[in-house]
Each structure stands twice: as structure tokens, then as C-alpha cells.
């Protein structure tokens, strides 16, 4: 009798302990956190403080008087909030002769940008597209041209390319650096494409040919709308490349056409006057802005596109 007792006991006990490790009814069971846990979080905060420090100081730097600045207090948040150094980073700050600041250079990098990204990621789609779907005689041995010439430095080729621009009547135009930031995009964007373009599968391709579609037919018609993240990943990384490049910028134009990260690197290594870090903080805010909000714009896209092929292979 005792142990039938027990026995029917038993279970009840069991049932007061889980549900005192579930809590009450539909409340989620308590995680404990483990070492593992911790370090793991300890980690991500660690580096979190480590990118968010800098872009903190320079922000609250931007926004303070040069009075302010030199109390030398750089994570204090500003007494008194000022946008002069904005302005002046945009339209006032000299580099050399001129004191326009940065308005010049941002709108000689639209017009570098603009075109090399449409030009590059039309050509390179198109190329993976051919490479993956229309394989002619020795399509292999281009795209192990495209892929070894991604991969060499771009220091050994920059005399040549002057050469080059020179006899062709470009070099020290905004369409020289155009095609030169167009060709050296194709050979990365084209191994995205191809790759990207090798996961769609291939009885589309087939369906299109029997149904009559050529060439361009199935690449405008089937392509392109079932690419719009690949497009978004080749746009984030053909701006933000194009954008901040200062090594071709420098060398291929001219100081009327200087890109924006040059117009930034001749106003914080100015050595006229007094060195205004506030005004030098802003315009460096100023310059990685566009990209910055570029991808926020399309971030998820992005991930998508990356997730959905684009560096598979």
C-alpha cells in the first residue's frame, strides 16, 4: 500500500518541478548565463566600443567650437552645439588656392561614381550571364584571365594605365578615371554575377530557347528581374570601392577634378592656420556619408544577395 502510495506521488513531485522550472503557464523557461554566454557578449561589446569610440569622438568634435576642443575633454558631448564646422568642411575650408571646401570634390565624385557603377555592373552582369548560360570557345581561360587580374596589385599597373590614358587623350579627364574604375570592377562583379547567375536553375534557361528568346531576350526578360539582389550587392560594394578610392583619384585627375577623399586629405593636411580638428571631423563625416547611407538604404538587400549566391562558387 505504501508503495502504491509512492508511486502515485511520484509523478505529482515530478510535475512541481518542471513547472517550477517553466514558471508559470506560457512564460518562457529562464536562461542562465553560461561562461560561454559571457565571453561571447563580453566579446561583441568589446568590439562594439572599439568601432563606436572613434566615430563618437568625431562626431562630438564636429559639433563643437574650437574654443571647446581645446579643453581637450574629446568623449564629452558639446556644451553648446555648433554646425559652423559642417559648413565650413562643405564650403569654406581651403585646400591650397581654393576655399570651397568639399562641395567641388563631392560633385567630381558623382560624376566618377555615377557612371563607373552603371557602366561596370552592366558590363560584368552581362559577362557572368554569357559565361554561365552562352559558353563559347574558351570562355574558361577568360574568366581565369578576369579572376588573376582582379587579384593583381594595382601599383604595378598605374604607370601603364598613364601611358594608356595619355594616348588615347584622357588622362587627367573625369572619363579617363571612369574607364579606369569601370575595368578594374569588371573582373570581382563578374565572378559575383557568374556565380550568382549559376544558382538560377537552368530549365528556365531551357524553356526561354524553346520558347524562341535570344540573347538578350532571356538576359532583359528572365535575368534581370530575378537578380535584384546580386545588383544591390555589386552596387554597395562598386560605390563604397569608387567612393572612398583616393590612389586613382590622385593619380588620374587633375586638382579641378580631385574626388572628394582627395579634397579631404588636402584640407586636413593643410598647414595653413591654425588646425581646426572640428572642421576636420565634419568634413571626414561629410565624405563617408554617401556610402554610409547607401547601404543602410539597402542593407537587407545586400544580405540577401549574399546569402542567395554571391560568393558561392
Given at each position: ?6 508511486k ?26 553560461s ?37 581637450g ?121 557568374r ?63 580631385y ?18 580638428y ?6 571626414t ?18 544580405v ?8 558561392k562558387?
Amino acid at each position: 500500500m505504501a508503495e502504491t502510495v509512492a508511486k502515485a506521488a511520484s509523478p505529482a513531485r515530478t510535475n512541481l518541478r518542471s513547472d517550477a522550472m517553466v514558471g508559470p503557464r506560457g512564460a518562457k523557461p529562464r536562461r542562465r548565463l553560461s561562461g560561454r554566454n559571457i565571453m561571447l557578449y563580453g566579446t561583441l561589446i568589446v568590439v562594439s566600443l572599439y568601432y563606436i569610440l572613434p566615430l563618437w569622438v568625431m562626431v562630438m568634435t564636429s559639433l563643437k567650437g574650437m574654443p571647446e576642443v581645446r579643453l581637450g575633454n574629446i568623449f564629452a558631448p558639446p556644451v553648446e552645439i555648433t554646425f559652423q564646422p559642417w559648413v565650413k568642411a562643405w564650403s569654406e575650408a581651403c585646400t591650397g588656392l581654393n576655399c570651397d571646401g568639399l562641395s567641388r570634390g563631392f560633385w567630381n565624385s558623382v560624376l566618377i561614381t555615377v557612371p563607373s557603377v552603371i557602366l561596370s555592373i552592366l558590363v560584368a552582369s552581362v559577362n557572368g550571364y554569357a559565361l554561365v548560360n552562352w559558353r563559347f570557345k574558351g570562355s574558361d581561360l577568360f574568366f581565369t584571365i578576369l579572376i588573376f587580374g582582379s587579384f593583381i596589385p594595382y601599383q604595378v599597373m598605374l604607370y601603364p594605365i598613364v601611358i594608356l590614358l595619355r594616348e588615347m587623350g584622357i588622362y587627367g579627364t573625369l572619363w579617363g578615371l571612369v574607364l579606369v574604375h569601370t575595368i578594374f570592377g569588371m573582373p570581382i562583379l563578374t565572378l559575383l554575377f557568374r556565380n550568382y547567375f549559376s544558382t538560377i536553375p537552368e530549365e528556365l534557361f531551357k524553356a526561354a530557347r524553346v520558347d524562341g528568346a535570344g540573347f538578350w531576350a532571356i538576359y532583359l526578360r528572365i535575368m534581370l528581374p530575378m537578380s535584384l539582389p546580386i545588383f544591390v550587392v555589386a552596387l554597395i560594394l562598386q560605390v563604397t570601392g569608387i567612393w572612398n578610392d583616393f590612389l586613382f583619384g590622385v593619380v588620374f585627375t587633375k586638382p579641378d577634378l580631385y574626388p572628394m577623399t582627395v579634397q579631404l586629405n588636402n584640407i586636413v593636411n593643410s598647414v595653413q592656420g591654425v588646425k581646426e580638428y572640428n572642421v576636420n571631423m565634419a568634413a571626414t563625416l561629410l565624405t563617408g556619408l554617401v556610402p554610409l547611407v547607401i547601404y543602410f538604404l539597402s542593407g537587407k538587400l545586400f544580405v540577401r544577395g549574399i546569402a542567395a549566391g554571391a560568393v558561392k562558387g
